[in-house]
């Protein structure tokens, strides 16, 4: 198998300058005295993606998840390393990032194709397909600065996407356009892949992760600290939230002094009861099941969140709520407790789940998660097939012979 | 760099995705061989002409961006970049031949000649300074030969510059006056080098005026000085010519100043197309009439009895314009290797 991308020992050092000198004079005035402080977004990482791979990049804000993929698409050099690309890169940054509001959507169809790689007879031969795929073909002869922003992405999506490269590089450009939209463009992707086309892309939803990638790499402060199966470097990602003090924390300093913060709550090893629980390892269609997960509480911590989530072997969220949902809310004095979560029915048909459970605060921000607390599969015993058991009942009214 | 920990090498996968990866691999390795790109803080010199070349349809976009983008929603469309010149010479027309007379019959095509040259320079040094700081969204967020909007830039001079030419030739059949047929061949050579100058110098000036912005102001006042570098309000023959011929370049004997005020490489070509479609008085000599007069060599000239254009031969003109082209061919590729050193920074910086 070929390599599609080799990033060799790729290290980015960025200047942040308190005060950034841009004129003669000014250069002048300040004559070598423009403090600024180095910064490495990126040090030494090194992975190489196989062609028809599909990667994806995880890490907190700041991780360096950009500036990654600016490098790999050429649009910043490293500055130590190298980026070895074997084929034709399409890097989705910024959706219509080359659109001219002055121009036609038409001619910027064109010129945008063009920046991506495309000849002039390739886009002539798919133009009707881009515009299609847009569902902009009564808008497309208007001047772009007079498109909504939905239309803009839409065109822009739609251009990159028909350019059908070698390689396609997304930065967190999948949630464009109204789920009609969204729907068809995870389906080009899926195309993609089955093309044999190799795709890297950033995200922060784990899910489309699951759902899309081979392998993820995960970034923290410029280092590759996982690479490996989606789910494996999920875990990975998570565990690292965890411990530089949660989800969304968007400074993400707080673990940089020292060793990772402890976590207030830390949540125990779950366990499963259903009606068959020691005779039959699986449960039948509609059957009750309880989630019990024990925790400790290290310091007091008001309003605390319980949040439990069941997926599918391809990583599709199934269900997902939280006590917060159910208007439970608990401040945790310090010590051990458990929680369970009762399903009274569990209408699924057949398959393999897992059982997700988080803990966090009013804030949202996750105490402690365990990606895959607890697993359980369904055996259906009738001849019923998809995934849910919905309730049916069926009467036939026979033809009155007249 | 700490070791990727749970690090999941490709064999460790379930089996059913590894049959599936390898049959991505192979749909991928059917569609034929693939470019190879190398992104790295140096890059050969020969790898980025490559990549230049390869973008060659992308800059023909460029330039027609930028020509419909100067002239969207305005009424006369690219009728301005037309009207623009024909307007600058009535000026000047009236100006030089009424009020501040200098003598020099058929002024307003000696004028277009070099103004035309002159117009083609300033647009493709303006629009290529401004260039890369201009399509800041561009750079930032696609990646492609940056160098590439610099040429467009020029490109799209040589578009307008085609514009003016029509307006010339309405002006030589307006005035019907006949340029000189059997040298027309001297107008692609002066182009070319012209051309190759002003590349030269507007990836250089894109490149130095994302860390400079001023770079631009600088620019515009310095293309207004030296317009009158060249010779295009003023007769070559009287006011350059004699002056300048007399007096030695740093007193070196054997030289004269007159190599300095070639030194410009927008003479050469400005001269040609004088010569081809000026071409008054040709084949008259314009060396002056010199007198020694009390100890002082004195030298009188007249524009319409000595001619205005000088009196270099055919060859000469060929000699020049190659000269300035070869020298730009190389400024060119020191422009472009510096541009390389400066672009790794472009997306930080602008």
Request: charged share 20%; glycine share 8%; with cysteine.
């Amino acid at each position: 198998m070929n390599t599609a991308v080799d990033v060799v020992d790729v290290s980015k050092r960025f200047r942040l300058y308190h005060e950034k000198y841009t004129s003669l004079k000014e250069r002048v005035l300040h004559a070598g005295r423009n403090p600024f402080e180095e910064f490495w977004a990126l040090r030494d990482v090194t992975f190489s993606v196989i062609e028809g791979e599909t990667v994806g990049i995880v890490g907190r804000n700041g991780s360096g998840k950009s500036t990654l993929l600016k490098c790999i698409s050429g649009i910043l050099q490293p500055t130590k390393g190298k980026v070895v690309v074997r084929g034709q890169l399409a890097a989705l940054l910024e959706l219509g990032a080359g659109f001219q509001p002055e121009l036609t959507g038409r001619e910027n169809v064109f010129l945008n194709a063009s920046l991506l790689g495309l000849s002039t007879r390739e886009v002539e031969r798919r133009y009707d397909d881009i515009v299609a795929f847009a569902e902009l073909e009564h808008f497309i002869d208007n001047q772009v600065k007079y498109y909504s922003s939905g239309m803009y992405m839409r065109l822009g999506f739609a251009v990159a996407v028909n350019v059908e490269p070698d390689i396609l590089v997304i930065d967190e450009v999948l949630a464009v356009g109204d789920e009609d939209f969204q729907r068809k463009c995870m389906g080009r992707i899926r195309q993609f892949q089955d093309d044999g086309r190799t795709i890297l892309f950033v995200t922060h939803a784990a899910d489309q992760v699951r759902q899309i990638c081979d392998r993820a790499v995960v970034l923290d402060s410029g280092d590759m600290v996982a690479m490996g199966g989606a789910g494996e470097a999920l875990h990975h990602y998570h565990e690292r939230l965890v411990a530089a003090g949660g989800v969304g924390d968007p400074a993400g300093n707080d673990g940089a002094e020292g060793a990772p913060r402890l976590r207030r709550i830390r949540l125990g090893e779950a366990s499963l009861e259903h009606p068959g629980t020691g005779s039959r390892g699986y449960l039948l269609p509609g059957e009750s099941l309880s989630v019990q997960v024990p925790f400790e509480a290290l310091e007091k911590t008001p309003d605390v969140v319980f949040g439990i989530a069941i997926r599918d072997q391809q990583g599709n969220l199934i269900y997902r709520s939280d006590t917060a949902e159910l208007d439970q809310t608990f401040d945790a004095p310090v010590g051990v407790g458990r929680v369970d979560f009762t399903f009274d029915t569990v209408p699924l048909l057949e398959g393999s789940y897992d059982v997700g459970i988080v803990v966090s605060d009013r804030t949202g921000v996750a105490i402690d998660i365990q990606d895959r607390a607890a697993h359980f599969d369904v055996m259906n015993p009738g001849r019923t097939k998809g995934t849910v058991a919905l309730g049916l009942r069926a009467e036939i009214r026979p033809p009155i012979l007249g | 760099m700490s070791e990727p920990a749970g690090s999941v090498g490709i064999a460790e996968r379930p089996a059913g995705a590894l049959l599936e990866l390898e049959a991505r691999a192979e749909r991928a390795a059917a569609r034929g061989p693939k470019p190879t790109r190398v992104v790295a803080a140096r890059v050969s010199l020969r790898l980025r002409l490559l990549e230049l070349w390869r973008s060659r349809e992308l800059f023909a976009f460029l330039v027609r961006k930028e020509i419909k983008v100067k002239y969207k929603n305005s009424f006369l469309g690219f009728l301005w970049s037309m009207l623009n010149p024909a307007l600058t010479l009535t000026v000047f027309y009236v100006i030089f031949t009424f009020f501040l007379p200098n003598g020099i019959p058929h002024f307003v095509i000696y004028m277009f000649a070099a103004v035309l040259l002159w117009n083609l320079f300033q647009n493709s040094i303006m629009a290529g300074t401004a260039s890369i700081t201009g399509n800041a969204g561009l750079v930032r967020k696609v990646s492609f030969p940056r160098e590439i909007l610099a040429l467009a830039s020029v490109g799209a001079g040589v578009v307008f510059f085609v514009f003016q030419f029509v307006v010339m030739l309405l002006f030589l059949l307006g005035f019907w006056h006949r340029p000189d047929w059997p040298v027309l061949w001297l107008v692609p050579l002066a182009l070319i080098a012209i051309i190759a100058f002003a590349a030269a110098l507007a990836v250089f000036l894109s490149a130095a005026n994302v860390y400079l912005r001023d770079t631009q102001h600088l620019v515009e006042v310095i293309l207004l000085a030296w317009f009158w570098a060249v010779p295009g309000i003023y007769a070559f023959s009287g006011a350059v010519h004699n002056k300048l011929y007399r007096h030695r370049l740093l007193g070196i004997p054997g030289t004269h100043l007159l190599w300095l005020y070639f030194a410009n490489p927008i003479v050469a070509p400005v001269m040609t197309f004088q010569r081809v479609f000026y071409n008054v008085n040709h084949p008259i000599s314009t060396l002056p009439t010199c007198v020694a007069r009390a100890g002082r060599i004195v030298c009188a000239h007249d524009p319409v009895k000595d001619g205005v254009l000088a009196h270099y031969s055919t060859l000469w003109y060929v000699g020049a314009d190659l000269t300035v082209f070869g020298v730009s061919m190389v400024l060119l590729l020191g422009a472009m290797v510096l541009f390389a050193r400066l672009e790794g920074n472009f997306a930080e910086e602008l």
